[in-house]
């Protein structure tokens, strides 16, 4: 662990300001490499700026790594500017619902810092930036290690009171945490599930619907593939029927109650006044009171959040709200009485900072060996663009080029669908190609540029995020590969007719779609070169017909347009082509109606040097969310970087 302090003098005002008596104090923190306290990038080219802006809203926060070796968890520490002493821990969802709910988590986790509470965010083994893999037989036993890692890092910052919040699945696997440790003073069940079986059961009725059975053996959810013993102890999980001795906030669909029987407090109940439809429940013991307050979240909040396309999902303002106000009136309480001392073994956590190395495992070579890559954190450009950089851990492999950029799907951030850009990194930088996973700005963990608005897909702010990258990544452009799916397929390809670089990997590319400037009217960005901006009223006639209609209506119109617009609509190709560009585009049969034209499906326009390939997969997901699918990707790219990479 690190002795440095973490985010400077605020960290050493929150140690003074934590209450005597508790747990234990911590005399240092372990740093995080905020940007403030680090380079902007420590890549060739990068701009160094003096005052890279906060990556995580006005308060404090950091990324870190912590956990053993070899198991190594990516975590973010929101540190108040005065803290109370008390900390909380968020346990997100998993799978398809972690990738809804992420801005949320990291919102509510800006909030909580706003009133005083040190406040720890993870990813769960398997997930995200995290060490492991879905198809760990002891995945779910992993998860329940990690949030145990989580606590004991929001300890090694605030000793007071610790609260476990938890979504959905999350809110299971926190409420059996607490149950367990016996130490978790406040805990929040935010929309939590039934049972690990009944999410399980919707999961995978939602993937065969669409994509039939899993192969293999394998248990197959939207996004992710687990083993049957992974699956069979997710199916195990229920939420206990007690709250034992801590504060307990349930907060359940309207219709739903979720209430867990109360135990002996610690301390007196508060007195909050929650919300018209709140409801509590309290034993009196010799101890105190035990209180389990049960609120009514908005109607078709969780679901505007969870079960829609996460293009457009809501931020659940009102499960925020309840969340915050909560937690600042029961847990930073001055009632609350301290922590009696534990009888759990304390295993404080490994910490360093994100912009140290640390150690992964890749995929396995071609000889069966697994190899070790390390990673760490990087903040880009000016606008301090968040990246983690993947390069190999032996030094006795040679450093290959190109340098590889993965950009973020729609509003999803660094990882890629299903985790596919963080398995592509590990392994391509397993074999010698250094690989960087950015977010772009006011997206994921980057900040938003000045003046602009978060959460913004497609926005034109990528224009420069893009240049950023590219100029942080290599001296020279012509080493740089951007790789891109979807959403951000398009804006590699914009990258590719704007800079001169090595190539392009982009999968499922749409060209076609509405930019965000011209949802009142106004005009596309000058800066688009190869978006054809949909009709408004087209596209909400299309959302009404049926699919198979809305299919033979792109035919009808690609019919209508005649050779002259395509020719035009395919311009792009050729001036990409004319920069020596090498773009690869793998793509399904719908995706690449509008790429392919006049020419079929594998265009090859060499003009010195460059060319554009346009691969069809047949029944490729738009999403990638089957395994198989994220497989063959993975295959495709693998080789079309290999042909770059020759070049």
Sequence with gaps: MTSDTLFGDRAAGAARARRPGTRRAVSAAPATGLPGGAPASGLPGAASSPSVPDPAGSLPAGPVWFGGPGRRLMGWVHVPPVANGASAVLCPPVFGEEVAAQFAVREVARRLAGTGLTVV????????NSAGATGAPDLVAQWFDGIDRAVELARCYASGPVALIGMRVGAVLAALAAQRRGDIDALVLWDPCDSGKAFLRRQRSLHALHFGPAADGTVEVPGAALSPAAAADLSGLRLPATSAARWTLVLDRPGQRHVLEPGPSRGPAATGEGTATATATATATGEGTACCDHRELPAGEQEALLEVDPLFRSIPA???SQVVEWLADVLTSDEVAPRAPCDLPVSVPAVCRSTEQVLFHADADADGQSAAVAERVRWLGPAGLFAIETVPADRRVAVR???????????????????????????????????LRVDFSGLGESPARPGRPEEVIRAAEAFADVADVVAAAAEDPRDVVLVGLCSSGYQALEGAVAHDLRGVLAVNPVLRFIPPESFDGG???PLRQICVVRSRWVTRVRARLPERLAGWGGVVRARLEGKARTARRLGWQQR???????????CGPVEAGPLIGEDGPALRTPVSGGHVVIDVAEQLDHALLPERDRMLVADRLTAALEELAGT
């Design 121 to 128: 965010r993870f990813d769960y083994p398997g997930t995200g």
């Design 318 to 320: 009102g499960g925020m």
């Design 401 to 435: 080029r190109p340098v590889v950029v993965f950009l973020p799907e729609g509003n999803d951030r660094h990882t890629g669908s299903g985790r596919l850009w963080v398995l592509l990194a590990r392994r391509w930088a397993a074999a010698g190609v250094r690989c």
């Design 523 to 525: 005009p596309s960005s």
């Design 576 to 586: 990409v082509a004319q920069r020596g560009v090498r773009a690869y585009c793998l």
